[in-house]
């Protein structure tokens, strides 16, 4: 629900009559974790799943995974 509900305050409060509709990206450390599943339950919006390649210049902008997982790990720690 708290994606929908940061989609939902970018379309209200940020988002141009020209921009294309937001997309929510839900990043989980586990593909068999049960909270993708309960988040994803329900919506009644338009779900696609893939995967993908990026280009380089695409690629050096984004987290590496190894930044990812240390910021996975942040949220884990804070939340026990």
Known sequence: SKLN?????VD????DKNDNPTI???LC????????EYTLRGNM????VASYLTNREIKNLLP????????????????D
Do not use: T
């Open 5 to 9: 509900f940061y989609v939902s305050a």
């Open 12 to 15: 209200d409060l940020l988002k």
């Open 24 to 26: 929510g990206l839900l």
């Open 29 to 36: 450390s586990d593909k068999k974790n049960k909270k993708v």
């Open 45 to 48: 919006q338009p779900l696609g």
């Open 64 to 79: 590496s995974e190894e930044e990812l997982e240390a910021e996975l790990d942040k949220l884990k720690m804070a939340e």
